[in-house]
């Protein structure tokens, strides 16, 4: 689902991680992102994995870019 930061505004999607929790990221793919999409649910994926993975776009959680990722996790 595509939304917005609450607090920087950028442009974010939201997923799943495979606990059922929810997992911001940056909405646009990365080459440089370790995070992949499979049917809708956030996967956070090691180096070696991401030599593999090459042809999937890559995200990166939005926690990691946020000027304000600190408000975030402190539940603000």
Do not use: Y
Not at 39 to 48: E, Y
Request: proline share 9%; aromatic share 2%; with cysteine.
């Amino acid at each position: 689902m595509s939304a917005r930061c609450s607090t920087c505004g950028a442009p974010i999607l939201w997923a799943k991680t495979a606990k059922g929790k929810p997992m911001p990221l940056d909405a646009e793919p990365r080459d440089d992102g370790n995070v992949v999409l499979e049917r809708g649910v956030a996967i956070v994926i090691g180096p070696l994995e991401h030599v593999t993975r090459r042809t999937e776009p890559l995200f990166v959680s939005h926690l990691a870019t946020c000027p304000q990722a600190k408000d975030h996790r402190k539940g603000r």
